[in-house]
């Protein structure tokens, strides 16, 4: 989920993210389409601030596929703790829209959150961003709106948030920070936030550590912890 909600988790993909377009490197191209991938482990499955993972480890994987138009599409996997701590796992399947006007990055898309063998917590997940250049740094403004349904007890929920990205000139070290508010069937005016360092060390390898908490989260799944993270993109 990077390429669409920025930070995820992740996601986050995330949060994937995160975040949340994915980095350049390792890609591969083909013309007008390009194809991404990415495998990643992480201490901790942090999504909007709330462990995912019971505050057990993360393993993740990721494929997707871009148009030069600004299309795309993909799927990221992840273990997530369900029944009881047990590991189960979580399929997102997005696709989008993320066109540029301007100096403004435009990015519309959706996600469904899929769990197999655990159908009844899927749900779909609609989400807008606009980024732009401040200076050095890259800063983006989004909304995940999730529609009511089912299984997220018949109730809506929205999630709004402002992240950042500072590259360290000259250097393979780069800056960033997000805060974001939930408010709907996951939170009541719930708040979170993370501030984070990523270095790259070269071929397609990445490592992050943030620093992430909540408020108003009313689970001890949201205290504040430190995640790391080793990612490598190909």
């Known amino acids: 989920m990077r390429r669409i909600v920025s930070v995820m988790a992740l996601p986050l993909m995330f949060a994937s993210t995160a975040a949340w377009a994915q980095d350049d490197e390792g890609e591969e191209s083909g013309g007008a389409w390009e194809v991404d991938a990415e495998i990643g482990v992480l ?9 995912l993972s019971s505050k057990d480890p993360e393993v993740t994987a990721e494929i997707s596929v871009a148009h030069e138009s600004g299309f795309y599409a993909g799927v990221w996997a992840s273990n997530v703790a369900i ?32 769990y197999p063998g655990n159908s009844e917590f899927n749900y779909i997940e609609f989400l807008a961003s606009a980024g732009t250049a401040v200076g050095p740094a890259t800063v983006t403004v989004g909304v995940a709106y999730a529609p009511s349904q089912d299984n997220i007890g018949s109730e809506d929920n929205t999630y709004v948030y402002i992240n950042g990205d500072l590259p360290i000139a000259d250097t393979p070290l780069s800056l960033h920070g997000q805060f974001g508010i939930e408010d709907g069937a996951f939170g009541d005016s719930k708040r979170d936030w993370l501030l984070g360092a990523s270095y790259d060390l070269g071929g397609g390898l990445t490592a992050t550590v943030d620093y992430v908490d909540t408020a108003r989260a009313y689970t001890s799944l949201g205290d504040a912890t430190v995640v790391a993270s080793l990612a490598f993109a190909f």
């Open 83 to 114: 029944n009881d701590g047990a590991d189960d796992v979580e399929l997102d399947l997005y696709a989008g829209f993320a066109p540029e006007v301007g100096a403004v990055s435009f990015d519309f898309g959706a996600v469904y959150y899929l």
């Open 43 to 51: 201490s901790d499955y942090r999504f909007r601030g709330i462990s």
